[in-house]
């Protein structure tokens, strides 16, 4: 490739690259900005110095703490829909549950659109008394990525050559030995992809969040929406805590980026 | 006693009946060969012996004791796989040490273990690689290390040479021999591959459609097969079956082509056929029993003249196709018995080493 390519190639990514990120770099900025800044004409493209006062508000307010709900949240539903889902799969994938079309009807179930079993499961939680919990929630996710994770985890399993399981067998594994020592090494990008998605699945949720949580449990996403008023929208407030909810998601993407690409890639090379 | 006993042994996947009530002992120390064309049901014996699969009526019992509803692992059996089976995610010393790690023994036995094994199949040098470093003959020792460190009572391997080149496999193959040798265990192995089994076993098994069409040592079945399949299964190129009919001649008998020709047999065999004159029976030569006829035959040798249609020569010996009683036969002659196609030749058949097989039930007579 000749020089001028490649310096045309370099300017054409550097454009793009810089369009796509622009809405987040205004997102955080704006978050560290005055009030007045924010509101500026001509924009400010940078603010004069950085403030950090709209996050202080979030936590002397005690706003901050719907991060770490979120975090639990999401955090307890990925592990468990995780554990439940692989070890569904693999039954799936090895011993051939359900038949045929049992995988099928699993990930049909992810096709129901969430606003349709918004309020039943809201009038049953009533009921159960789940309404404002953790565990409401937790079980709400686990249940809701079920079926993206059996999904994903079949095909992955599927992929392990099953002389490798006979193999262990015969060399003196029980079941769950192959399934620790050779299924998840076998698929551990797959199974820290799949984990990140379902994560992001359920740290982005905000029907659910919004009907089934009031004031114990709000996730960030539904206490960024209690920031848009009436008569005037608390942008200061809204760009803080969108910042405080991306920031986790951000990090665990930018330290698995490694696996996340190989395993959504994974499927692609298959023979 | 037995290493291994199998008593009326069945097995179904659906609607196939892949093993039909096989019975089979193996003592200890002997290398038993299973073979047969795919789909014999060979591989399904082997992984039901293994585990792997689940009879479905008989027993199988491994130093007497009843294992049909014990897992693989308490079964004392160590197994090589085909596609070599080793864990891609670790090194190979940790691929050989695998078994032993599951079955908590001291990592100080082990390591003495695996340098040992290693050492019996030059790869010392290999055991910091992982598999994708490593070349397929390299692969099947690394699997053939992970079975003997085991130290098991019955070593199973499952077409371990399949995937591998041919001149890797005569190699590998002598090296399954002279392991057998040194270990003195009890192996199981199956294949498909005629020269493997002739070449390795104690003691061959023939499958066919799920039952043992014959047992025995390998050259008793090559010199003795008891049915037309196993005559026609064992060597290369395969034995050359031509119809014929049984005739008295002179005070003995002969077998009579389809185009006139009469073969004399040689009267030691002729007591048990006299009950069967005059009725058709197939005659079975093995290539390598046909030669160029000198002018005076030895005693035994039946002349015959012929039109040799395809020459393939192999270096060392030369295949002549030619019309043998109307059907198309191989003859394997020396380097320069025949030139070129269409040359006439003399053939001396060695009717000492022929079997006449009855043509209803494919029976050798």
Redesign the interface.
């Known amino acids: 490739m000749s020089k001028g390519t490649l310096f045309w190639r370099y300017v054409a990514a550097i454009a793009i690259t810089v369009f796509f990120l622009f809405p987040i770099y205004w997102l955080f900025i704006i978050s560290f900005k005055t009030p007045d800044e924010i509101f500026s004409f001509p924009p400010k493209w940078y603010p004069g110095q950085i403030h950090f006062g709209n996050y202080a508000v979030l936590f002397k307010d005690g706003d901050a703490v719907t991060v770490w709900n979120s975090l639990v949240v999401a955090g307890v539903s990925t592990v468990l829909a995780m554990i439940l889902g692989t070890l569904c799969a693999y039954s799936i994938a090895r011993f051939r549950t359900g038949g045929e079309n049992l995988a099928n009807w699993i990930i049909s179930q992810r096709m129901v659109p969430p606003i349709a079993i918004v309020f039943p499961v809201f009038l049953m939680y009533v009921k159960l008394g789940l309404v404002d919990t953790y565990i409401g929630i937790i079980l709400l996710y686990t249940a809701f990525n079920l079926p993206y994770v059996i999904w994903m985890m079949r095909g992955y399993i599927q992929d392990v ?1 099953k ?2 399981e ?9 079941r769950w ?1 192959v399934i620790w ?2 299924v998840f ?2 698929c ?1 990008a797959g199974l820290l992809a799949t984990a990140i998605f379902t994560f992001i699945f359920a740290w982005n949720e905000f029907l659910f969040a919004l009907v089934l949580t009031r004031t114990e449990v709000t996730t960030y996403t539904v206490q960024v929406t209690h920031y848009f008023g009436g008569q005037s929208n608390f942008w200061a407030k809204i760009s803080a805590m969108s910042v405080l909810g991306t920031l986790p998601v951000f990090i665990a993407v930018a330290f698995m980026q490694k696996y996340l690409v190989r395993g959504i890639s994974l499927g692609a090379v298959k023979g | 006693m037995a290493d291994l006993k199998l008593t009326q042994l069945h097995k179904h996947y659906g609607a196939v009946h892949a093993v039909r009530g096989v019975d089979l002992e193996i003592p200890a120390g002997e290398f038993t060969v299973l073979v047969g064309s795919s789909g014999c049901g060979k591989s399904t014996l082997l992984r039901t012996i ?3 699969e689940q009879a479905d009526q008989g027993s199988i019992e491994i130093a007497g004791q009843v294992v049909n509803d014990m ?3 308490d079964r004392d ?3 090589v ?3 070599y ?1 080793l ?3 670790m090194k190979v010393y940790d691929n050989i040490a ?2 032993l790690r ?2 908590k023994m001291p990592e100080a036995d082990i390591a003495q273990k695996v340098k040992s094994a290693a050492d019996m199949l030059a790869i010392g040098h290999l055991l910091d690689r992982y598999p994708r470093q490593m070349s397929g003959g390299q692969l099947q020792r690394v699997a053939i290390g ?1 079975a003997i460190v ?1 130290n098991a009572r019955l070593y ?1 391997f499952d077409e371990p040479l399949s995937n591998l080149d041919a001149q890797l496999r005569d190699e590998m193959r002598s090296e399954i021999k002279r392991l057998h040798q040194e270990l003195g265990k009890t192996f199981i192995y199956v294949t498909h591959d005629q020269i493997e089994a002739m070449t390795l076993a104690d003691r061959i098994v023939l499958l066919r459609e799920g039952q043992i069409e014959q047992a025995g040592a390998p050259l008793d079945m090559f010199e003795r097969p008891a049915t037309q399949y196993v005559a026609g299964f064992l060597g290369s190129p395969p034995m050359n079956f031509v119809p014929a009919r049984l005739v008295a001649q002179g005070g003995g008998y002969a077998v009579r082509l389809e185009d006139g020709a009469e073969l004399a047999l040689p009267p030691a065999r002729v007591a048990k056929l006299a009950a069967r004159a005059d009725q058709p029976v197939t005659l079975g030569l093995r290539p390598e029993h046909m030669s160029r006829a000198e002018a005076a035959l030895r005693p035994g040798l039946a002349r015959y003249s012929s039109r040799v249609d395809l020459v393939q020569p192999t270096g060392s010996r030369t295949y002549a196709t030619f019309k043998l009683g109307g059907v198309e036969a191989i003859a394997e002659l020396d380097a320069h018995d025949v030139q070129r196609a269409n040359e006439r030749i003399e053939l001396a058949l060695d009717m000492n080493r022929a079997v006449l097989i009855e043509p209803s039930t494919h029976r050798v007579l």
């Open positions: 050559p002389a490798l006979e193999s262990a067998l015969v060399d003196g594994c029980t030995q020592k050779v090494p076998m551990r | 293994a585990g792997l897992p693989p692992r059996i160590a197994m796989f085909q596609n089976a864990y891609p995610y695998f078994g599951v079955r992970r085991r199973l």
